[in-house]
């Protein structure tokens, strides 16, 4: 018998999903959010275009390995979400990053599906648990 195969939702999707919940009930739990879109700039670019598009996001401020999504919540407070698909991993620049915010005391999540992020906002005392 051949091993069954299990699709893997990507990592595009599962954010999608994840802004989808976020713009539905960002209003109602007086939060805002962002999305940062670092790989959004690279796709489909190559060669020489590539490095220079990269060169001028850095000087706006890109960061490599910086959280896909932040979450804004009362009293000031920041949450940075990391998305992942079901089996991705953060790269190594992206655990790098994670521990240089961790030093700062900024909630730090790595989340894989919309049921995560709702567990952060129980974490975060933004729903009730």
Known sequence: MGKTRIKVISEDIVQQQIVAYLTTVSRKLGIAFFAVPNEAAMKGREGKSRFALIAYLKKMGLIAGAQDIVILYKG???A???VKSAV???SPTQMEYETWVRRTDTPYFLVRSVEN???VFRVLGIIEK
């Open 76 to 78: 000031g407070h920041a």
């Open 80 to 82: 940075l979400l990391e």
């Open 88 to 90: 991705g991993k953060q």
């Open 117 to 119: 992020v709702e567990t």
